[in-house]
């Protein structure tokens, strides 16, 4: 089953990174199998959906033996491409951006801030975490030298969009928007949203409501 030709829920994908770290550690423990209701408590997705999810790619626990983690692992690895780099490039190192930089997904092999870009003088031409820090002058020429596909932006949102159109006209596929601004891509262009204050008032709703911390 390759994976070019196998398609599954956009949902699914979605909770396969949970899934993948979780099996790691569990792997690293020397841990050979595991059932749906261990996954179900570690990664708090039910059960029923986890078998659901695994059935799109053939692997089928067995009553009172659950799944193999090491076939999971080897899966989910060609599946999120971990033996694979990404290499993104962020743009805005205002206080989120720099603590991104810093970060740099240290728990993710397969994902790294290759370079950075703003345009204060005081931060072009330095290093932040190791990462270069490029003139907004240079975005285009730096992302198709480095080969980049993936942009997060931190920046601010009145410039958001004339930056998006920029990144639309050279290789990029992805972006992580965090700005607030609603962005206009081209379909070529897939953009994830990440409001971090409509995300708080999310929680603080489910939380008035689900106090339990059970929802639907």
Not at 178 to 196: E, G, K, M, Q
């Amino acid at each position: 089953m390759s994976n070019g030709t196998m398609k599954i829920p956009q949902a699914t994908a979605k909770r396969l990174p949970l899934y993948y770290r979780f099996l790691k550690n569990l792997h690293s423990s020397g841990k050979q199998r595991v059932s749906s209701s261990e996954l179900s408590e570690a990664v708090k997705v039910d059960s029923a959906t986890i078998r659901r999810d695994f059935s799109y790619f053939g692997a089928l626990g067995k009553k009172g033996y659950g799944y193999n983690v090491n076939y999971l692992l080897s899966f989910f690895r060609k599946t999120l491409d971990q033996d694979e780099l990404t290499k993104v490039a962020l743009i805005g190192v205002g206080n989120l951006g720099t603590a991104f930089l810093n970060y740099n997904f240290l728990k993710n092999n397969n994902t790294k801030i290759e370079v950075a870009f703003d345009v204060d003088s005081s931060k072009v031409g330095t290093k932040i975490g190791d990462i270069p820090v490029y003139h907004m002058d240079d975005l285009e020429k730096v992302l198709v030298d480095e080969d980049i596909q993936v942009v997060i932006l931190t920046i601010p949102a009145p410039v958001a969009q004339s930056i998006t159109d920029r990144l639309a006209k050279v290789n990029v596929k992805g972006i992580l928007n965090f700005t607030p601004a609603r962005l206009t891509v081209p379909s070529s262009i897939r953009i994830h949203h990440i409001d971090l204050a409509v995300e708080l008032q999310s929680l603080v709703y489910f939380l008035k409501h689900y106090p339990n911390g059970k929802q639907d």
